[in-house]
């Protein structure tokens, strides 16, 4: 059922129509600015599109590669950053005896060791840089939890011997919960292939329906600060887990963009909407989405996707829609808040948004050519 919402969403709010907004270079808000330097083309092949929720950016010695899954040939393709040239494609096998499945998504770690998931076959498998498979795991569903739903924004991470499996949604996301178990994240040990549980909803998701859309949440991994860092969509505030000593914390955002939420319902006890009405919901009200760290600058980048305008919504029908408003909300490394830049609609496509040597990378939304794929290059001024 979660896979199938999924799907309606991403094949209504995550396609482009025409682009009704001028151009910018520039950036600005209160305090930070981002300023165009650069735009980055890869030429993509006939079976590639842009707009991908499988990607990643790797650093192979002194080089990086821009990475994405391709999932209608199950396939992962390398292209060098400076040269836009497509330099490697692992071919993965979908049956046969060292299949994998069909891949959901990725995580590189290093050459040695790629993280490969399969959300239907609930398949974790270790493969190296020449698609030789190294070991397989079967990820089955632990009681009352939910099989974990990985993209770019919900990534896979490694921490220690352990590997991090976000695992948004519930059993009872059209129920008014009073509880929820700590079930949020897994952590699946290598060694002894003993999976753990922790992390449950925060309690403003209690007394309230809440539906798929607002249920689905978004984390990063700060390595350097050992921090795993949850953004919940109706949640002003952050959920931090210090995975180095085991705490859990809560940080409060005293000043930038608050929202308020409204939920499906407040009175009743078990609702089944209809999903079309359930995502108009969800495009009437501000909400956050996913963050992500800047080792270079100290920074986080907490999305907040902005109320689509009246027209847009009335005319929605799960087929064809816009990209909304967003803004970048800019934390420093306490989580205390900096600035926040507004970007106008139908210009970026937010899931892809990398950080590489202190710059930021936003894909382009463009229709004059699906087979290219287009990054804007941005430095930030005001941050010190």
């Known amino acids: 059922m979660k896979s199938l919402y999924l799907f309606i ?22 305090r930070v600015s981002l300023i165009k330097n650069d735009s980055i083309f890869f030429e993509l092949d006939s079976i590639s599109t842009s707009r991908n929720s499988s990607s990643q950016i790797i650093k192979v010695e002194d080089d990086y590669y821009f ?57 974790f498998t270790i493969i190296d840089s020449e698609g030789f498979v190294k070991k397989s795991y079967h990820i089955e569903n632990g009681i009352s939890a939910v099989r974990p739903e990985i993209d770019s924004s919900r990534p896979l991470f490694r921490f ?12 009872k996301e059209y129920y008014n919960n009073s509880y929820f178990n700590e079930n949020a994240f897994m952590f699946f040990d ?42 919940f969509p109706i949640d002003n ?19 930038g963009r608050r929202i308020n939420v409204e939920p499906l319902s407040y009175k009743a006890g078990k609702i089944n909407p209809d999903i079309i009405n359930e995502v108009k919901h969800q495009m009437r009200q501000d909400y956050y989405s996913f963050i992500k760290f800047d080792s270079t600058n100290n920074i986080y980048i907490r999305v907040l996707n902005k109320k689509f305008k009246d027209n847009y919504i009335d005319s929605f029908s799960g087929l064809t829609s816009v990209f909304g408003e967003y803004s970048l909300v800019f934390l420093d490394r306490d989580f205390n808040f900096i600035d926040s830049i507004d970007l106008p609609n139908n210009q970026y496509f937010l899931t892809s948004l990398f950080f590489i040597d202190g710059k930021l990378y936003l894909e382009k939304i463009q229709n004059y050519d699906e087979d290219l794929l287009v990054f804007d ?8």
Request: glycine share 6%; net charge negative.
């Open 190 to 231: 290598l060694e002894n292939e003993e999976k753990d549980y922790r992390i449950s909803y925060p309690d403003v998701y209690k007394g309230a329906i809440w539906g798929v859309q607002f249920f689905q949440f978004y984390h990063e991994y700060n390595k350097i600060d050992s921090l795993l860092v949850l953004s």
């Open 237 to 255: 505030d952050l959920t931090i887990y210090d995975l180095k000593n085991n705490q859990l914390r809560r940080v409060s955002s005293e000043v």
């Open 67 to 123: 990475s994405f899954l391709n999932k209608k040939n199950n396939s992962i393709y390398f292209y060098d950053l400076s040269s836009s040239d497509l330099k490697k494609q692992i071919i993965l096998d979908v049956n046969g005896k060292d299949a994998i499945g069909k891949l959901s998504n990725y995580y590189w770690l290093n050459k040695d060791s790629i993280f490969l998931y399969s959300y239907g076959s609930a398949k």
């Open 9 to 30: 969403l991403a094949s209504g709010l995550l396609m482009s129509c025409k682009n009704e907004n001028v151009e910018s270079d520039y950036f600005k808000g209160n």
């Open 377 to 384: 290059v941005f430095d930030f001024s005001g941050l010190q």
């Open 160 to 171: 220690g011997n352990k590997i991090g499996f976000n695992c948004w949604g519930s059993e």
